[in-house]
Antibody
Framework: QVQLQQWGAGLVKPSETLSLTCAVF????????WTWVRQPPGKGLEWIGE???????NYNPSLKSRVTISRDMSKNQLSLKLTSVTAADTAVYYC????????WGQGTLVTVSS | ENVLTQSPGTLSLSPGERGILSCRAS???????LAWYQQKPGQAPRLLIY???SRAAGAPDRFSGSASGTDFTLTISRLETEDVGVYYC?????????FGQGTKVEIK
């Protein structure tokens, strides 16, 4: 059974960089798309971006100038960096497998506040 | 981007009733690559349907999906109390991938 375990700072100051990491256990890392999705408190889901089989990343245009998704195949890990955060970036962030997502991380609440 | 509009906003049903959730895309969805997810409070979403009509592994067979042009439907054949939650559609045929705003299913 594939498990995605994610971690990172839960509190980030405005204008700083949000960083999250997601480790994949119990299943292959290679051969899958990997995705990040976020959900502001009480609101719906927003696609942040994905990284494909070849390591090419694809981002939501609304975030493209601030977001980087990367992977470390040697560690079976996925990472997300979002720069210049504001309160509008406060959300639960999920790492996930696939583009029709069949496995999700547990979610990390990131609050942007001074 | 392909905007997905879900209706109704809230669906109130009695156990055993049939429920129909709608998702309308603003443009065609390539390959009918549309998924449905169920999300319960405090949990990550769960994939129910992919490719508009294929049931995901472990999804109960009371859930089914269909497509007609840019209109997609998720049907719950007989509502069970455990089905309460918010349901989201997502298209993944075009970039950027987009989600609908969700339909809340509650017990009447």
């Amino acid at each position: 059974q594939v498990q995605l375990q994610q971690w990172g700072a839960g509190l980030v100051k405005p204008s700083e960089t949000l960083s999250l990491t997601c480790a994949v256990f119990g299943g292959p890392f290679r051969g899958h798309f990997w995705t990040w999705v976020r959900q502001p408190p009480g609101k719906g889901l927003e696609w942040i971006g994905e990284i494909n089989y070849d390591g090419a990343a694809n981002y939501n245009p609304s975030l493209k100038s601030r977001v980087t998704i990367s992977r470390d195949m040697s560690k079976n890990q996925l990472s997300l960096k979002l720069t210049s955060v504001t309160a509008a970036d406060t959300a639960v962030y999920y790492c996930a497998r696939g583009i029709a997502v069949d496995n999700w991380g547990q979610g990390t609440l990131v609050t942007v506040s001074s | 981007e392909n905007v997905l509009t879900q209706s109704p906003g809230t669906l109130s049903l009695s156990p055993g009733e049939r429920g129909i959730l709608s998702c309308r895309a603003s443009q065609s969805v390539s390959g009918n690559y549309l998924a449905w997810y169920q999300q319960k409070p405090g949990q990550a979403p769960r994939l129910l349907i992919y490719g508009a009509s294929s049931r995901a592994a472990g999804a109960p067979d009371r859930f089914s999906g269909s497509a007609s042009g840019t209109d997609f439907t998720l049907t719950i054949s007989r509502l069970e109390t455990e089905d309460v939650g918010v349901y989201y559609c997502q298209q993944y045929g075009n970039s950027p991938r987009t989600f609908g705003q969700g339909t809340k299913v509650e017990i009447k």
